[in-house]
């Protein structure tokens, strides 16, 4: 069987015919053979280097709090909470088993403490105590876990708690996990908490407390800085983990390895793979300015189009980029009020009619309905707008 595989892959190579299947079988074989599914994908542009198994329905452990910490950072960002603010630890949060920075029933921690022992600790406690602030239940704040991620677009995940402790009817799968890692980190935040090897909780009482990261990678993997390890007797041994070299952003995901050891270097070896293998190549910052839209009964009659991250193509290393086509499609009749960081159009980077990057652009700040009396001047043309 062997002799014939050969002989029709060597028929195909010189018929001019290139095998990238067969090439990446292979390197599926080398880099996660001990893992039930993997992927690695470029954070920027979401390109998928590296796949196996990734749209299966698996156990997601303690991987899980990377939506937890999703919710959270979007909270903070509409102002619905605040890094200094202080949360009460229910008796439910407070019981919480598995991975815990053991808070009491009434105890009080600042959001930034919490999401300090969520991120370095995986506290499961924490995690239940802040769902519960920004939910008012578990059970509210898992139902926006599940709206979020039918907002994603990601099939072949539901979550029934915020933590990753079994039960039936949760799970996710590599590639839905690496969609949720790459949203969270547009909330660069994030890296602070989840880089960091260790820190302390309760410093200056005699309860302090020391966190130390359960991905090993922040210490051992130069440029790892985050995201999420896993743990379950069912879901064996899981790590999302990112690393960000020469300006190039990767995520890998590993589901279901038989140890730590083996989970850390098959994802080590990913990684390895994704920077010596590509190269990035920046194109705009995030908030760059690309066009403008008319907004319609707007105090403002129009409203700046700019990337809502920073734009980059990728490329295998030592190709050049040449041909870019940049593509930018506004939205039409856009009717006031927008609201900052609302999406009102894309731009898309194409060569040779392949798609290299799709970024959304959204609006660069607030414009309110025009008063009535405004657009009564307007309609006179008594009125010049000075945007």
């Known amino acids: ?143 926006k876990m599940n709206e979020r991620a039918k907002a994603l677009g990601l099939k072949n995940t539901h979550f029934e708690n915020v933590t990753g402790l079994p039960v039936k009817g949760h799970y996710s799968s590599a590639y839905d996990m690496a969609v949720m890692a790459k ?37 051992n993997y130069p440029g790892v800085d985050g995201l ?27 589901f279901g390895a038989p140890s ?20 990035s190549h920046p194109l705009y910052k995030k908030g760059a300015a690309l066009d403008q839209v008319k907004v319609s009964k707007g105090s403002m009659r129009h409203v700046r189009a700019v990337t809502s991250e920073p734009v980059s193509v990728l490329t295998k290393k030592g190709v050049k980029l040449s041909n870019l086509k940049k593509t930018v499609k506004l939205k039409k009749n856009v009717q006031a009020p927008v609201q900052k960081g609302d999406e009102i159009g894309t731009l898309t980077i194409s060569q040779d009619g392949k798609v290299l990057s799709k970024t959304t652009l959204v609006a660069d700040k607030t414009v309110k309905r025009a008063g009535w009396w405004q657009l009564f001047k307007r309609a006179a043309g008594m009125f010049v707008q000075k945007d």
């Open 260 to 279: 730590t050891k083996v989970r850390n270097a098959q994802v080590s070896k990913m990684l390895d793979y994704a920077f010596s293998q590509y190269t």
């Open 183 to 219: 949203q969270l980190l547009k909330h660069h935040g994030i890296t602070h908490f989840t880089g960091k090897y260790e820190d302390y909780l309760r410093e200056g009482s005699d309860k302090k407390f020391w966190l130390v990261n359960t991905n090993k990678l922040v210490r």
């Open 1 to 143: 069987m062997k002799k014939i595989i050969g002989l029709v892959t060597c028929f195909m190579l010189a018929a001019g015919v290139l095998v990238p299947e067969a090439f990446a079988a292979e390197k599926k074989n080398e880099l996660a053979p001990e893992a039930k599914s993997a992927i690695l994908i470029e954070q920027a542009t979401g390109e998928v280097l590296y796949s196996k198994n990734s749209h299966e329905e698996l156990p997601p452990a303690s991987m899980t709090k990377i939506m937890t910490m999703l919710l959270i950072m979007e909270a903070l960002d509409k102002g619905e909470i605040k890094m200094d603010e202080k949360v009460r630890t229910s008796e439910y949060a407070a019981s919480m088993g598995g991975s815990q920075i053991f808070l009491e029933p009434g105890e009080e921690m600042t959001v930034e403490q919490m999401l300090k022992g969520i991120a370095i600790g995986s506290a499961n406690d924490a995690a239940v105590a802040m769902a519960e602030r920004i939910g008012g239940s578990e059970e509210a704040f898992v139902d």
């Open 228 to 254: 999420k390890t896993g743990f379950t007797n069912e879901a064996k041994f899981c790590l999302t983990a990112t690393a960000k070299k020469n300006g190039m952003r990767v995520i890998a995901v590993v």
